[in-house]
């Protein structure tokens, strides 16, 4: 079975006191924090509120100075994260940059089998190979399979991403800024695939960073508000999504509004 389908117990991902520290400078923390299977939070901050630095360590990507990171019960630091790293989805901005330009769509899902960024390090057989174009379809990309990362549109790039964080099934997703890029269009559409992410595995603990409160997605249950790298506030989204939260978190007065739909929007109060 998937790892998101046997996911069990209270916790899918622990944030225990965790601090990140660059060059004698606190970015993040400390932080404390837990996700439930199920769970759908969004992360919302200004530039340089630590948002990306969270998604690296939640995603097993980076080691916090201090504190503890608990992912599917397993440590960091006592894992091994080649494994590991396949039960947790992610996608990030920076994270085309460090792609070959000349890979086409279906290694750069592929490789996510054995976390790599290149197919040539790691033994592909045909069954992968389906497993990845799978994958590429569930994403209306499919036609991309042959096609190299370095021709694609941003949608396109965006949408191929999303079915490399998606391949191996995932019992969590971290998405960090993933309609970086994206234009209007491109952005609904993602908001609508997130959506259905949710409805094909609703047991999913998923994560998305974002700046834009018009990017939550009806399906999320909770919100945390990073400022200067500390939390502002985090829980239900009903409660916590207010305006003084999300003034705090932008050092501005802003209004939040919800339409008909569940889609939310925020504008400068006044």
Known sequence: M????????????????????????????????????????????????????????????????????TVLGESL?????RVHRRSVGYLSAELIERIRSTTCGRDVVMTALHDALDPWWHTYDEADREQAQRALDRFGVGYLADHAVG??????????????????????????????????GGREVLIRTLDECRADEPMRAMVEITHHVDEIPTTATHVLFLRNGNVVSAGPIDTHLTDEALSTAFALPLAVTQDDRGRFSARLAG
Request: with cysteine; glycine share 10%; charged share 20%.
């Open 77 to 81: 630091g006592s894992v091994d994260l």
């Open 2 to 69: 998937s790892p998101a389908s046997t996911l069990t117990g209270d916790v899918a991902l622990a944030l225990n006191d965790v601090r990140v520290e660059r060059d004698g400078r606190c970015i993040l923390g400390p932080v404390t924090w837990s996700i439930r299977p199920g769970e759908f939070w969004v992360v919302l901050g200004a530039n340089g509120s630590g948002k990306s630095t969270l998604a690296g360590v939640a995603s097993l990507r980076a080691h916090p100075t201090t504190g503890t990171v």
């Open 151 to 184: 021709t694609m549109s941003s949608g396109e790039r965006q949408r191929c991403l999303l079915a490399r964080a998606m391949v191996c099934d995932p019992a969590v997703v971290i998405l960090d800024e993933p309609s970086a890029r994206l234009d209007l």
